[in-house]
């Protein structure tokens, strides 16, 4: 089996798996990070994005083989106590109801921030119509990302 080396959350590592293994196997079953979810396996609905080179990718669809030299983001690599702006603003706006589609939401509120740090109903709409929410909690994610976005435009004025 072929082996890749590729940094996950700020660490270099190197794994050995099969080409065709995606992504998303390689994070929950050889690193043991759980907080990226399988939903469809298709990359249709959202669940398992990350941030590959700062960009917001279904991990579901991007196979072992594609890896090499990657800086790969996991919802782990925001914080690990829920203190990243965008985690606290999750949980001010009680976003999250089964959670299942959670973690991509926020890899893919976070891509729009970093990208749009103010963006409008409309931008987040447009960003976020891809990470399907069985439970309908739009419009708790949409006040969480214009909350994120004040704590983070908070947290930069302070620095």
């Not at 050889?30 to 990350?50: A, D, E, I, N």
Request: charged residues 20%; neutral net charge.
């Amino acid at each position: 089996m072929p082996q890749r080396t590729f940094k996950v959350n700020g660490k270099s590592v190197t794994i050995t798996a099969p080409d065709d293994m995606p992504l998303l196997w390689v994070l929950r079953d050889r690193l043991q990070l759980l907080g990226t979810h399988y939903g469809c396996g298709t990359g249709q609905c959202g669940s398992c994005t990350v941030h590959v080179n700062d960009k917001a990718i279904r991990s579901c669809i991007i196979a072992f083989s594609e890896l090499d030299g990657l800086d790969i983001v996991t919802i782990e690599g925001l914080s690990g106590d829920n203190s990243h702006p965008i985690q606290k603003a999750w949980i001010e706006e009680e976003v999250p109801q089964c959670g299942y589609c959670q973690s991509g939401q926020i890899m893919a509120a976070m891509a729009l921030l970093n990208s749009n740090p103010q963006p409008t109903d409309t931008d987040i709409n447009n960003a976020m119509q891809g990470i399907l929410c069985r439970c309908g909690t739009y419009p708790r994610i949409r006040k969480a990302i214009h909350r994120a976005s004040r704590l983070l435009a908070d947290k930069e004025e302070k620095s």
